[in-house]
Antibody, heavy 121, light 113 residues
Framework: EVQLVQSGAEVKKPGESLKISCKGS????????IGWVRQMPGKGLEWMGI????????RYSPSFQGQVTISADQSISTAYLQWSSLKASATAMYYC??????????????WGQGTMVTVSS | DILMTQSPDSLAVSLGERATIYCKSS????????????LAWYQQKPGQPPKLLIY???TRESGVPDRFSGSGSGTDFTLTISNLQAEDVAVYYC?????????FGQGTRLEIK
Protein backbone atom coordinates (compact mmCIF):
# COMPACT_ATOMS: atom_id res chain seq x y z
CA GLU A 1 0.00 0.00 0.00
CA VAL A 2 1.29 3.43 -0.95
CA GLN A 3 1.28 5.66 2.10
CA LEU A 4 2.85 8.63 3.81
CA VAL A 5 3.15 8.51 7.59
CA GLN A 6 3.83 11.72 9.45
CA SER A 7 5.35 12.28 12.86
CA GLY A 8 3.14 12.99 15.85
CA ALA A 9 1.62 16.17 17.22
CA GLU A 10 3.95 18.76 18.71
CA VAL A 11 3.49 21.45 21.36
CA LYS A 12 6.25 24.04 21.39
CA LYS A 13 7.02 27.46 22.82
CA PRO A 14 7.73 30.54 20.71
CA GLY A 15 11.37 30.71 19.72
CA GLU A 16 11.90 26.95 19.85
CA SER A 17 13.01 24.90 16.85
CA LEU A 18 11.11 21.99 15.34
CA LYS A 19 11.49 19.39 12.62
CA ILE A 20 8.56 17.22 11.56
CA SER A 21 8.79 14.23 9.26
CA CYS A 22 6.95 12.36 6.53
CA LYS A 23 7.96 8.79 5.68
CA GLY A 24 6.90 7.16 2.46
CA SER A 25 6.36 3.48 1.79
CA UNK A 26 4.94 1.23 -0.88
CA UNK A 27 6.50 3.05 -3.85
CA UNK A 28 9.86 4.21 -5.21
CA UNK A 29 10.35 7.33 -3.09
CA UNK A 30 13.12 8.80 -5.23
CA UNK A 31 10.90 9.04 -8.33
CA UNK A 32 8.52 11.55 -6.79
CA UNK A 33 8.43 14.98 -5.21
CA ILE A 34 6.89 15.51 -1.76
CA GLY A 35 5.10 18.70 -0.84
CA TRP A 36 3.98 20.38 2.37
CA VAL A 37 0.60 22.04 2.86
CA ARG A 38 -0.42 24.20 5.83
CA GLN A 39 -3.95 24.37 7.19
CA MET A 40 -4.44 26.88 9.97
CA PRO A 41 -7.33 26.19 12.38
CA GLY A 42 -10.64 26.48 10.55
CA LYS A 43 -8.95 27.74 7.39
CA GLY A 44 -8.07 26.54 3.89
CA LEU A 45 -5.10 24.81 2.30
CA GLU A 46 -1.83 26.66 1.68
CA TRP A 47 0.87 25.29 -0.64
CA MET A 48 4.21 25.72 1.12
CA GLY A 49 6.80 24.00 -1.04
CA ILE A 50 8.09 20.77 -2.50
CA UNK A 51 11.25 18.66 -2.40
CA UNK A 52 12.58 16.14 -4.90
CA UNK A 53 13.49 12.96 -3.10
CA UNK A 54 16.09 11.99 -5.67
CA UNK A 55 18.32 15.09 -5.56
CA UNK A 56 16.77 17.18 -2.73
CA UNK A 57 15.94 20.01 -5.11
CA UNK A 58 13.43 22.28 -3.39
CA ARG A 59 10.89 24.91 -4.47
CA TYR A 60 9.15 27.26 -2.07
CA SER A 61 6.12 29.46 -2.15
CA PRO A 62 7.26 33.08 -1.70
CA SER A 63 4.92 33.19 1.31
CA PHE A 64 7.01 30.56 3.10
CA GLN A 65 10.49 31.14 1.66
CA GLY A 66 12.83 31.93 4.55
CA GLN A 67 10.22 30.93 7.15
CA VAL A 68 10.69 27.15 6.92
CA THR A 69 13.16 24.67 5.50
CA ILE A 70 12.08 21.65 3.47
CA SER A 71 14.51 18.77 3.12
CA ALA A 72 14.70 15.04 2.49
CA ASP A 73 16.73 11.97 3.33
CA GLN A 74 16.53 9.58 0.40
CA SER A 75 18.16 6.74 2.36
CA ILE A 76 15.19 6.51 4.74
CA SER A 77 12.45 7.69 2.33
CA THR A 78 11.66 10.66 4.55
CA ALA A 79 10.89 14.32 3.91
CA TYR A 80 11.12 17.03 6.55
CA LEU A 81 9.70 20.42 7.38
CA GLN A 82 11.55 22.48 9.93
CA TRP A 83 11.50 25.80 11.74
CA SER A 84 14.50 27.40 13.45
CA SER A 85 12.45 29.76 15.62
CA LEU A 86 8.74 29.10 15.93
CA LYS A 87 6.10 31.80 16.18
CA ALA A 88 2.56 31.46 17.51
CA SER A 89 1.34 31.99 13.96
CA ALA A 90 2.85 28.61 12.99
CA THR A 91 0.06 26.87 14.91
CA ALA A 92 -1.59 24.71 12.26
CA MET A 93 -2.04 21.26 10.80
CA TYR A 94 0.72 20.39 8.37
CA TYR A 95 0.19 17.80 5.68
CA CYS A 96 2.78 16.17 3.49
CA UNK A 97 1.61 14.88 0.13
CA UNK A 98 3.11 13.20 -2.90
CA UNK A 99 3.18 14.92 -6.27
CA UNK A 100 1.70 12.63 -8.87
CA UNK A 101 3.38 11.04 -11.85
CA UNK A 102 3.78 12.82 -15.18
CA UNK A 103 0.58 11.12 -16.30
CA UNK A 104 -1.56 13.00 -13.80
CA UNK A 105 0.60 16.09 -13.36
CA UNK A 106 1.85 17.92 -10.30
CA UNK A 107 -1.21 17.24 -8.17
CA UNK A 108 -1.08 15.77 -4.68
CA UNK A 109 -2.31 12.20 -5.12
CA UNK A 110 -1.28 10.67 -1.77
CA TRP A 111 -1.56 12.54 1.54
CA GLY A 112 -0.16 11.96 4.98
CA GLN A 113 -2.44 11.99 7.99
CA GLY A 114 -1.24 15.41 9.12
CA THR A 115 0.89 16.72 11.99
CA MET A 116 -0.66 19.25 14.36
CA VAL A 117 1.81 21.87 15.54
CA THR A 118 0.81 24.08 18.45
CA VAL A 119 3.00 27.02 19.43
CA SER A 120 2.05 28.64 22.71
CA SER A 121 3.80 30.24 25.65
CA ASP B 1 1.20 33.91 -8.57
CA ILE B 2 -1.98 32.49 -10.10
CA LEU B 3 -4.78 33.19 -7.64
CA MET B 4 -7.79 30.89 -7.36
CA THR B 5 -11.26 32.09 -6.38
CA GLN B 6 -14.11 29.72 -5.62
CA SER B 7 -17.81 30.41 -5.41
CA PRO B 8 -19.90 30.10 -3.42
CA ASP B 9 -18.11 29.92 -0.06
CA SER B 10 -20.82 27.56 1.19
CA LEU B 11 -23.63 25.61 -0.36
CA ALA B 12 -26.59 23.58 0.96
CA VAL B 13 -28.17 21.03 -1.38
CA SER B 14 -30.85 18.40 -0.84
CA LEU B 15 -30.01 14.70 -0.99
CA GLY B 16 -30.25 13.39 -4.53
CA GLU B 17 -29.94 16.84 -6.04
CA ARG B 18 -27.02 18.43 -7.90
CA ALA B 19 -24.33 20.62 -6.37
CA THR B 20 -22.23 22.96 -8.51
CA ILE B 21 -19.05 24.66 -7.37
CA TYR B 22 -17.17 27.24 -9.42
CA CYS B 23 -13.48 28.03 -9.56
CA LYS B 24 -11.84 30.92 -11.39
CA SER B 25 -8.11 31.43 -11.91
CA SER B 26 -6.48 34.85 -12.23
CA UNK B 27 -4.84 33.74 -15.48
CA UNK B 28 -5.26 30.85 -17.86
CA UNK B 29 -4.08 27.43 -16.69
CA UNK B 30 -4.45 25.92 -20.16
CA UNK B 31 -1.06 24.84 -21.49
CA UNK B 32 -1.09 25.47 -25.22
CA UNK B 33 1.41 22.77 -26.19
CA UNK B 34 -0.59 19.85 -24.81
CA UNK B 35 -4.07 21.43 -24.57
CA UNK B 36 -4.35 20.38 -20.92
CA UNK B 37 -5.87 22.46 -18.15
CA UNK B 38 -3.68 22.29 -15.05
CA LEU B 39 -6.58 22.31 -12.60
CA ALA B 40 -7.42 19.82 -9.84
CA TRP B 41 -10.24 19.36 -7.34
CA TYR B 42 -9.91 17.95 -3.82
CA GLN B 43 -12.42 16.88 -1.19
CA GLN B 44 -11.71 17.29 2.53
CA LYS B 45 -14.03 15.69 5.04
CA PRO B 46 -13.92 16.78 8.72
CA GLY B 47 -10.87 15.49 10.54
CA GLN B 48 -9.34 13.99 7.41
CA PRO B 49 -6.62 15.00 4.97
CA PRO B 50 -7.72 16.18 1.54
CA LYS B 51 -8.41 13.62 -1.17
CA LEU B 52 -7.72 14.09 -4.86
CA LEU B 53 -10.93 13.90 -6.90
CA ILE B 54 -10.15 15.29 -10.34
CA TYR B 55 -7.06 16.33 -12.31
CA UNK B 56 -6.56 17.85 -15.77
CA UNK B 57 -9.83 19.67 -14.96
CA UNK B 58 -12.03 16.72 -15.90
CA THR B 59 -10.26 13.37 -15.29
CA ARG B 60 -11.54 11.50 -12.25
CA GLU B 61 -8.95 9.91 -9.97
CA SER B 62 -9.21 6.14 -9.69
CA GLY B 63 -12.03 5.10 -7.35
CA VAL B 64 -13.88 8.41 -7.42
CA PRO B 65 -17.63 7.90 -8.08
CA ASP B 66 -18.84 9.05 -11.48
CA ARG B 67 -21.34 11.42 -9.86
CA PHE B 68 -18.32 13.75 -9.50
CA SER B 69 -17.47 15.55 -12.72
CA GLY B 70 -15.24 18.46 -13.64
CA SER B 71 -15.45 20.81 -16.59
CA GLY B 72 -14.15 24.11 -17.87
CA SER B 73 -11.10 25.51 -19.61
CA GLY B 74 -8.74 28.45 -19.46
CA THR B 75 -9.78 30.40 -16.36
CA ASP B 76 -13.26 29.09 -15.50
CA PHE B 77 -13.97 25.69 -14.05
CA THR B 78 -16.82 23.78 -12.47
CA LEU B 79 -17.12 20.80 -10.14
CA THR B 80 -20.51 19.13 -10.33
CA ILE B 81 -21.74 16.53 -7.87
CA SER B 82 -24.85 14.76 -9.15
CA ASN B 83 -27.25 12.77 -6.99
CA LEU B 84 -25.81 14.20 -3.78
CA GLN B 85 -25.15 11.66 -1.05
CA ALA B 86 -24.76 12.24 2.70
CA GLU B 87 -21.11 11.21 2.50
CA ASP B 88 -20.40 14.08 0.10
CA VAL B 89 -20.58 16.61 2.96
CA ALA B 90 -17.11 18.16 2.88
CA VAL B 91 -15.09 21.18 1.90
CA TYR B 92 -14.03 21.21 -1.75
CA TYR B 93 -10.91 22.94 -3.04
CA CYS B 94 -9.67 23.68 -6.52
CA UNK B 95 -5.94 23.98 -7.20
CA UNK B 96 -3.94 25.16 -10.18
CA UNK B 97 -0.71 23.34 -10.92
CA UNK B 98 0.27 25.37 -13.99
CA UNK B 99 2.93 27.22 -12.05
CA UNK B 100 4.59 27.35 -8.65
CA UNK B 101 3.27 28.15 -6.11
CA UNK B 102 0.37 25.82 -6.96
CA UNK B 103 -2.22 27.74 -4.99
CA PHE B 104 -5.58 26.44 -3.80
CA GLY B 105 -8.91 28.17 -3.84
CA GLN B 106 -10.33 29.25 -0.48
CA GLY B 107 -12.66 26.24 -0.35
CA THR B 108 -16.40 25.68 -0.65
CA ARG B 109 -18.28 24.06 2.21
CA LEU B 110 -21.00 21.69 1.02
CA GLU B 111 -23.83 20.75 3.40
CA ILE B 112 -27.10 18.88 3.17
CA LYS B 113 -30.25 21.01 3.06
Amino acid sequence: EVQLVQSGAEVKKPGESLKISCKGSGYNFTNFWIGWVRQMPGKGLEWMGIVNLGDSDTRYSPSFQGQVTISADQSISTAYLQWSSLKASATAMYYCARLGSAMIGDVFDIWGQGTMVTVSS
Amino acid sequence: DILMTQSPDSLAVSLGERATIYCKSSQSVLYSSNKKNYLAWYQQKPGQPPKLLIYWASTRESGVPDRFSGSGSGTDFTLTISNLQAEDVAVYYCQQYYSIPSLFGQGTRLEIK
